[in-house]
T-cell receptor, first 111, second 115 residues
Framework: LAKTTQPISMDSYEGQEVNITCSHNNIATNDYITWYQQFPSQGPRFIIQGYKTKVTNEVASLFIPADRKSSTLSLPRVSLSDTAVYYC????????????FGGGTRVLVKP | GAVVSQHPSWVICKSGTSVKIECRSLDFQATTMFWYRQFPKQSLMLMAT?????????EQGVEKDKFLINHASLTLSTLTVTSAHPEDSSFYICSAWRDSNQPQHFGDGTRLSIL
């Protein structure tokens, strides 16, 4: 399973855009990149998943360069409720594949 | 809404007690579920893969006789912490996958406190 590296923590302010970059130098050809959000005492919540280029949904965008050795999660106009830990994972998209969680990035949104 | 349900959400019990945690996939069948453990301020650690109709696959260092997993149906996996001790106190989380085009979905976890 590919190892991921992401910043331990980031601070931001309400209304700003938050970009979290994750490195995954050993990503395999068939691996997908998935981001989860976790609040204290809750299970992780799926945010977005992608394979290459750019993926956008109603809550975030995911930018993946051509070499796929990194990815950037972009959260537009964050609010206080976006304060959480964000995990970047790479794994086969196929069902039943194990997910290995790294340390995650603690994002603190300030008023 | 939630696609994976865990029960109970928290439990406090005495040392030596066995505790069962349920993980249910809602409105879909899950042939594979996963169990994680998370200590305060730490990341999730995969404990085992629960396979419907067969034995669970445990990660290295996880005692299979301590953490019994039963996946008796396509919508239910259970984790039983046998003869629990204070060091077993943790946050236990399960996940399930709906189909090959969907990411894994996680339950809201079970906070286990052993006194």
């Amino acid at each position: 399973l590919a190892k991921t590296t992401q910043p331990i923590s980031m601070d931001s302010y309400e209304g700003q855009e938050v970009n979290i970059t994750c490195s995954h130098n050993n990503i395999a050809t068939n691996d997908y990149i998935t981001w989860y959000q976790q609040f204290p005492s809750q299970g992780p919540r799926f945010i977005i998943q992608g394979y290459k280029t750019k993926v956008t949904n109603e809550v975030a965008s995911l930018f993946i360069p051509a070499d796929r050795k990194s990815s950037t999660l972009s959260l537009p106009r964050v609010s206080l409720s976006d304060t959480a830990v964000y995990y970047c994972l790479v794994a086969l998209k196929a069902a039943g594949n194990k997910l290995t969680f790294g340390g995650g990035t603690r994002v603190l949104v300030k008023p | 809404g939630a696609v994976v349900s865990q029960h109970p959400s928290w439990v406090i019990c005495k040392s030596g007690t066995s505790v069962k945690i349920e993980c249910r996939s809602l409105d879909f069948q899950a042939t594979t579920m996963f169990w994680y453990r998370q200590f305060p301020k730490q990341s999730l650690m995969l404990m085992a893969t629960s396979n419907e109709g067969s034995k669970a696959t445990y990660e290295q260092g996880v005692e299979k006789d301590k953490f019994l997993i039963n996946h008796a149906s396509l919508t239910l996996s259970t984790l039983t912490v046998t003869s629990a001790h204070p060091e077993d106190s943790s946050f236990y989380i399960c996940s399930a996958w709906r189909d090959s085009n969907q990411p894994q979905h996680f339950g809201d976890g079970t906070r286990l406190s052993i006194l």
